[in-house]
T-cell receptor, first 111, second 120 residues
Framework: DAKTTQPPSMDCAEGRAANLPCNHS???????VYWYRQIHSQGPQYIIH???NNETNEMASLIITEDRKSSTLILPHATLRDTAVYYC????????????FGTGTRLQVTL | GAVVSQHPSWVICKSGTSVKIECRSL??????MFWYRQFPKQSLMLMAT?????????EQGVEKDKFLINHASLTLSTLTVTSAHPEDSSFYIC????????????????FGSGTQLSVL
């Protein structure tokens, strides 16, 4: 079973920040938080991941609470092309560690 | 650019035939690859873990004799859907995780673009 909880859907106006929450209250000490997104009929795309510190890259920012029980993915300036299903996943490190997908959040960016 | 190449992107076959899907890791070696299946409007479901040089590990409820997995090299895994039937029609996706220390690919899981299988 997936170990994360996300809202099923969210809307965001184009140009505004999209803040996608994720609850992972049972996360273990060595598990990373990963975020992927899937645009219709494509394979999931890696966005960002982190262990306990906040992370930022060219796509997004990841804010992890101090107790690591929840996190927020921030798309600073959402565009129509960011419309996708966003998955928050927790997984330990290691090449053989599989990712178990939950139902994700369907983000709809509108004009 | 893409670091996991999956082929073909889509395939249509007759019921009872077998279909092979290839998954290649580009720019990095993958001792482990994962195969997922996704039905319309549903999330990805892990089918099996493909291990280079050894037998694949299948998730509960996945028929290993129907979904044959071969991982003969560090860059190639194949999934063969044997005697395909219409209920096998789905979107199949492979993924691979880099080896830490190999050019920074470690810790990330990269996905192929997926294969849409339609069985008539």
């Amino acid at each position: 079973d997936a170990k994360t909880t996300q809202p099923p859907s969210m809307d965001c106006a184009e140009g505004r920040a999209a803040n996608l929450p994720c609850n992972h209250s049972t996360i273990s000490g060595n598990e990373y938080v990963y975020w992927y997104r899937q645009i219709h009929s494509q394979g999931p795309q890696y966005i960002i991941h982190g262990l306990k510190n906040n992370e930022t890259n060219e796509m997004a920012s990841l804010i992890i609470t101090e107790d690591r029980k929840s996190s927020t993915l921030i798309l600073p300036h959402a565009t129509l092309r960011d419309t996708a299903v966003y998955y928050c996943i927790v997984s330990p490190p290691g090449t053989a560690s599989k990712l178990t997908f939950g139902t994700g959040t369907r983000l709809q960016v509108t004009l | 650019g893409a670091v996991v190449s999956q082929h073909p992107s889509w395939v249509i076959c007759k019921s009872g035939t077998s279909v092979k899907i290839e998954c290649r890791s580009l720019d990095f070696q993958a001792t482990t690859m994962f195969w997922y299946r996704q039905f319309p409007k549903q999330s990805l479901m892990l089918m099996a873990t493909s291990n280079e040089g050894s037998k694949a590990t299948y998730e509960q409820g996945v028929e290993k004799d129907k979904f044959l997995i071969n991982h003969a090299s560090l860059t190639l895994s194949t999934l063969t859907v044997t005697s395909a039937h219409p209920e096998d029609s789905s979107f199949y996706i492979c993924s691979a995780r880099g080896i830490p220390g190999q050019g920074g690919f470690g810790e990330k899981l990269f996905f192929g673009s997926g294969t849409q299988l339609s069985v008539l």
